[in-house]
Nanobody
Framework: QVRLVESGGGLAQSGGSLRLSCVASGFRFPNYAMRWFRQAPGKERELVAAASSEARQTIYADSVKGRFTISRDNAKSTVYLQMNDLQREDTAVYYC?????????WGQGTQVTVSS
């Protein structure tokens, strides 16, 4: 059974930090590119960051460049999102996503709320 379980969300103050984790199971994690998306109330889901299968390539949304870092540990089947200098506009549900060829898996999401 494919599972992606996010954790690490919560409440942070503006300028603070949070680290999200996503533990994968049920599929061959190293094959997959891993991505973090987020969806704020009333807005479409957007890509935040992505890492290739060996993390040699990473991409970031312009809004988070220099503040967020995606990383992965293939031995632990885990992808991380380190979020620094959080801003109110980072408030959203954050989703972990695994993609390889036609396969596409989603986690249930974790809420991140940033207060001023």
């Amino acid at each position: 059974q494919v599972r992606l379980v996010e954790s690490g969300g919560g409440l942070a103050q503006s300028g603070g930090s949070l680290r999200l984790s996503c533990v994968a199971s049920g599929f061959r994690f190293p094959n997959y590119a891993m991505r973090w998306f987020r969806q704020a109330p009333g807005k479409e889901r957007e890509l935040v960051a992505a890492a290739s299968s060996e993390a040699r390539q990473t991409i970031y949304a312009d809004s988070v460049k220099g503040r967020f870092t995606i990383s992965r540990d293939n031995a632990k089947s885990t992808v991380y999102l380190q979020m620094n200098d959080l801003q109110r506009e980072d408030t959203a549900v954050y989703y972990c996503n695994a993609v390889w060829a036609s396969r596409n898996h989603w986690g249930q999401g974790t809420q991140v709320t940033v207060s001023s």
